[in-house]
């Protein structure tokens, strides 16, 4: 007798899918009023904000944080190619020639002092090399030439959201201890950020997306995420005050956007960032808690209404749809992203492009 298999569980493919089109969304509706205070926004929309791209004429570019992200990801192909081929890689070094790669997308010169990296597909997507408000603490780490480290950091007091919004994809590589995930993830925003609350912010948000795709539910890897932020030595403590103030207004429900912003912050530094993009996607659960994918209907009504919340208010929110986008597509998979939504992406063969290549060097598919 043949057993079907079970489809109410994403394979790991979708939900990389999933979690890198889904930032890639959240980052774009929020990129359309990024600098805009919630008046403004309401002034354009209405009084429920932006709630889709039809109301942007069908389209919006997405900006640096996606971009980002999909540098995080070729540097983790490349050092994952190196080890498939039997060649061990210092795979922060491989992540720093990446992001040196985007900076000069950006219009930026790399410094003398800092090696050139050979050229590899992501470079030759033109998309990629148009300038979307990259944050200055990004430019000017890596500018320095330097490679920054958690004991070395460049920028010692930056904790710009820089770090946490491209953080994503060490939560999507598989058979890697959650130790290990938080590492990779806090070394790599050491290139840029030196604050402990930037570095700690990343590692933590790739622990809830390595959770997530390991099968937890969406409160249950929520409540182990801020745990895991209040319960180490040297945490910086407004990391898990913010994540803690994200669950307690979560049980509220839907709060006005002066009320989020008054509890949780702007989103411009990096536990903020964290923080409203989490409250936003347990605030707007279904009757289910999140325990597990439900319906497609209702996956795709959950991305819809968590995205929504998590751009419109005074504050970064592009950032904060993103890593909105992020969690929801690592949990549900590719299939709970709105298909009109789809439609309006801006360059999704890109974004698809370099989730292949991490869903090869991961699982062998092609």
């Known amino acids: 007798m043949s057993i079907e298999p079970d489809t109410s569980t994403p394979s790991l493919k979708s939900r990389i899918h999933g979690c890198l089109l889904g930032g890639a969304l959240g980052d774009s509706l929020g990129y359309a009023v990024e600098f805009d205070s919630i008046d403004q926004i309401r002034g354009r929309f209405g009084t429920s904000g932006l709630t889709g791209f039809e109301a942007l004429a069908g389209s919006s570019h997405f900006s640096d944080d996606t971009q980002m992200t999909l540098y995080t990801v070729d540097g983790l192909v490349e050092a994952l190619e190196w080890a498939n081929s039997g060649v061990g890689a210092d795979v922060n070094a491989c992540l720093w020639l990446a992001y040196l790669r985007w900076l000069t997308t950006q219009g930026e010169a790399a410094p003398a002092s800092a090696p050139v990296a050979p050229s590899r597909w992501i ?5 990629l090399h148009q300038r979307r408000h990259p944050g200055k603490a990004c430019i000017s780490g890596l500018a320095t030439g330097e490679m920054g480290t958690s004991i070395r950091p460049v920028n010692r007091e930056s904790k710009g959201c820089g770090t946490v919004m491209r953080s994503a994809p060490f939560g999507l590589i598989p058979h890697i201890t959650p130790d290990a ?15 402990p609350s930037a570095r700690q912010s990343a590692g933590t948000f790739s622990l809830l997306i390595h959770r997530l795709v390991a099968g937890d539910g969406l409160r249950e890897a929520a409540a182990a995420a801020v745990a895991h932020a209040a319960g180490f030595e040297g945490v910086a403590p407004e990391l898990p005050d913010r994540l803690e103030g994200a669950l307690r207004l979560a049980g509220k429900g839907i709060v006005t956007p002066e009320e989020m912003v008054q ?5 411009w530094v990096a536990e903020e960032a964290f923080a409203v993009a989490l409250y936003a996607v347990l605030a707007t659960l279904p009757d289910d808690g999140g325990a ?23 504050g970064d929110s592009d950032s904060t749809g993103s890593i909105a986008g992020n969690i929801l597509g690592a949990f549900y998979g590719e299939d709970c992203l709105p298909r009109d939504w789809l439609d309006a992406l801006e360059a999704p063969d890109v974004i698809r492009g370099m989730a292949n290549q991490l869903v090869k060097v991961t699982t062998g598919e092609g």
Request: aromatic share 4%; no cysteine; net charge negative.
């Open 123 to 127: 470079d030759e997507q033109r998309v």
């Open 181 to 195: 995930v938080y590492k990779l993830s806090s070394d790599a925003a050491s290139l840029t950020h030196g604050h």
């Open 263 to 267: 509890a949780l912050g702007e989103g």
């Open 292 to 314: 597990a994918p439900g319906a497609t209907a209702d996956q795709a009504q959950h991305f819809r209404s968590a995205v929504a919340l998590a751009v419109n208010h005074s």
